[in-house]
């Protein structure tokens, strides 16, 4: 009976980061970092780089038992950078090693496949790529070498070179080591995290912000979170939301802030003062000034919203055009070009759908027009603003702002949180 493979070492690799040059190692060790965090839990682990790789072992090599591997997997799937990862055999970078490797490790894996397919008739493949070009042996020649050999394992076995064969038996060559592996699974891919300057997000209930949030974070930023409700117009369940879309996007990025602020009062003074068919409009130039306020204050270097073009009526080009004129400051929308069903696939994947499709109110919601402009003439924006006191109104939201700590649950008025 064959045992389970005794993996020893995990090879992570990055596809974009390895086209940064001579700046690459920035990258890299921002990557190092984030498994670092992630696996704090493991003693003795030791996360390291080689050429064109990352690798993970414990000092002594080490094997990883099936709950690590568990447990590992899931984490490195919240590692932006991390293209793919395996879980490797070492062996000495000599042929006799790697066929020894390949040989007391590939029959638990072929008795595996054959219990999940119920066939004993199989496909294979052998993969060898060498970064040690010294190596003895042509590529081609260990690639033979090694489908002679798991050929004896199974007789019923066909060779199939597309992607789609049943097995396939990895093999990386380096100068003092070699890899045997039998799977990639996915990483998030993009660029590490911390390897741009930070955003501030401004994060709704619904879909779309939050996946303009992971968008982003996938270039390599960290995002911060600034939601709006309408308390005791919005339900408590309106800021928990927000909350729980903010926790699960941290696990992609470590912890970061989510700030909340009541709109009530402002809204109410712009629908009083102001044309109801501009009133969300207005609304998101005021929601705009105070995230540009709390960004600068949070050193965040742009802002970050969930918008599509033509989504809704304030999305249209012209629309767009009016809100972002409030602001001096840059305004990142990753989704600007996505339609629906593409922002719903990723927000299945990045596990914020099923918290998104909860119906609550959010404070776009209160009061809003009954028959929303999508084409204001910018003149006419500004002038009904002229009768506003704009500073005061952005003050007054500002003030009604706190910080939510995501661990204890504990808020801290926005003044209090800056004046330290």
């Not at 008795?111 to 060898?128: A, G, M």
């Not at 919005?234 to 926790?247: G, Q």
Request: aromatic share 10%; glycine share 4%; proline share 4%.
């Amino acid at each position: 009976m064959n045992i389970r493979p005794n993996y020893n070492i995990i090879l992570c690799r990055y596809s974009e980061v390895a086209l940064k040059g001579n700046n690459r190692w920035r990258f890299e060790q921002k990557m190092i970092d984030r498994i670092n965090r992630l696996l704090n839990k493991f003693s003795n682990l030791k996360v390291k780089k080689i050429r064109g790789r990352i690798v993970i072992h414990y000092n002594n090599y080490g094997t990883f038992t099936p709950e690590e591997i568990k447990i590992i997997s899931e984490a490195l799937t919240f590692v932006f950078g991390l293209d793919t990862f395996s879980f490797a055999i070492r062996a000495i970078s000599t042929i006799e090693s790697i066929r020894k490797v390949v040989n007391d490790n590939s029959g638990s894996i072929i008795d595996e496949t054959i219990k999940d397919r119920k066939t004993d008739v199989l496909t294979y493949r052998i993969r060898v790529k060498r970064t040690y070009k010294p190596f003895p042996m042509p590529t081609k020649d260990v690639e033979i070498d090694l489908a002679e050999l798991v050929y004896t394992k199974n007789k019923a076995f066909s060779v199939n070179l597309s992607n789609n064969a049943d097995i396939t038996v990895y093999c990386e060559i380096h100068k003092d080591e070699a890899f045997i592996f039998f799977d990639k699974q996915k990483g998030a891919a993009g660029l590490p995290s911390g390897s741009n300057p930070p955003v501030l997000t401004l994060l709704s209930g619904g879909f779309d912000s939050s996946v303009a949030a992971y968008m982003i974070m996938k270039r390599g930023v960290f995002s911060d979170f600034l939601t709006f409700h309408s308390h005791p117009f919005t339900p408590p369940a309106t800021i928990e939301k927000a909350k729980r879309l903010a926790k699960v996007l941290n696990k992609y990025q470590g912890s970061r802030r989510l700030f909340a602020c009541n709109l009530l009062e402002v809204q109410k003074i712009i629908c009083a003062d102001t044309f109801e068919t501009f009133r969300t409009i207005l609304y998101r130039r005021f929601m705009f000034r105070l995230a540009e306020r709390i960004a600068h204050k949070n050193e965040n270097k742009a802002l970050v919203t969930g918008e599509s073009v033509g989504q809704v009526a304030s999305q249209t080009i012209v629309n767009l055009a009016n809100i972002d004129n409030a602001i001096d400051m840059l305004v990142l929308r990753p989704l600007i070009g996505m339609d629906k069903i593409e922002i719903l696939r990723i927000a299945e994947k990045i596990d914020t759908f099923n918290i998104s499709k909860e119906q609550v109110p959010d404070s776009c919601t209160v009061f809003s027009p009954s028959n929303p402009s999508t084409g204001a003439p910018r003149k006419m924006i500004v002038n009904g603003e002229k009768r506003l006191d704009i500073d005061a109104l952005v003050d007054m939201a500002y003030n009604s702002t706190v910080m939510i700590d995501l661990e204890t649950n504990k808020e801290v008025p926005i003044n209090e949180l800056f004046e330290k």
